[in-house]
């Protein structure tokens, strides 16, 4: 079945400094990627998404990497601001609509 | 912005009661969903609904639970006999197309089962 992790549960990193959030998937049919933010008490923002046809795409302050050779993707933010402080999920889908989603990172600004 | 709305925002129910979740999606959108996140976890798909049906659902998607569009705005979710370990925060969200395209989501509805 599908399986989506990450690879820490807590990030904590300073303001002003660049955060790297990883997921890794078990599924190589996957063929779309997001990055949602949850703050508590929140749905799911979405931040960022990328299609298996591509490697990398950049928003505003955010970027996702997709290494689809070894099923990894990545999530980086610029300049982290402690509004950046949230939970982020990645999640996917292949072969149908449904998104799975991984297990979440904490991301924790300090200032 | 258009945004995905829910009501309520907090439900708290006795086991065994029907309760009803209710969404109103974006309104050009043509696939709704329906997650749960049960406190701490993360989110699970319950169900996809397209064209008044409902096109892909999960194994935690039982005969307890069911989907509707009432009319042209609402999307419910309907648990006829709750149980304590329905207790989560359940999430509708929408998108335009299918696959491949950004499901947006609503606040969410916190169900408490006693």
């Known amino acids: 079945g599908e399986s989506v992790g990450l690879h820490l549960p807590t990030l904590s990193v300073q303001e002003g400094d660049n955060s790297i959030i990883n997921c890794a998937y078990s599924?190589?049919?996957?063929?779309?990627f997001i990055w949602y933010k949850q703050e508590s008490g929140k749905g799911p923002q979405f931040i960022i998404d990328?299609?298996?046809?591509?490697d990398k795409r950049q928003g505003q302050r955010v970027t996702v990497l997709l290494n689809k050779t070894v099923k990894h993707l990545s999530l980086q933010i610029a300049a982290t601001q402690p509004g950046d402080s949230a939970v982020y999920f990645c999640?996917?889908?292949?072969?149908?609509?449904?998104?799975?989603f991984g297990t979440g990172t904490q991301l924790k600004v300090e200032l | 912005e258009p945004e995905v709305t829910q009501t309520p925002s907090h439900q708290v129910t006795q086991m065994g009661q029907e309760v009803i979740l209710r969404c109103v999606p974006i309104?050009?959108?043509?696939?709704f969903y329906w997650y749960r996140q049960i406190l701490g976890q993360k989110v699970e798909f319950l169900v996809s609904?397209?064209?008044?049906?409902?096109?892909?659902k999960s194994e935690i998607f039982d005969d307890q639970f069911s989907v509707e569009r009432p009319d042209g705005s609402n999307f419910t979710l309907k648990i006829r006999s709750t149980k304590l370990e329905d207790s989560a925060m359940y999430f509708c969200?929408?998108?335009?197309?299918?696959?491949?395209?950004?499901?947006?989501f609503g606040p969410g509805t916190r169900l408490l089962v006693l």
């Open positions: 309104s050009n959108h043509l696939y």
């Open positions: 999640a996917l889908t292949g072969g149908g609509n449904k998104l799975t």
């Open positions: 990328i299609r298996s046809n591509m």
């Open positions: 609904f397209y064209n008044n049906e409902i096109s892909e």
């Open positions: 969200a929408s998108c335009y197309f299918g696959d491949q395209e950004t499901q947006y």
């Open positions: 599924n190589s049919a996957s063929d779309y």
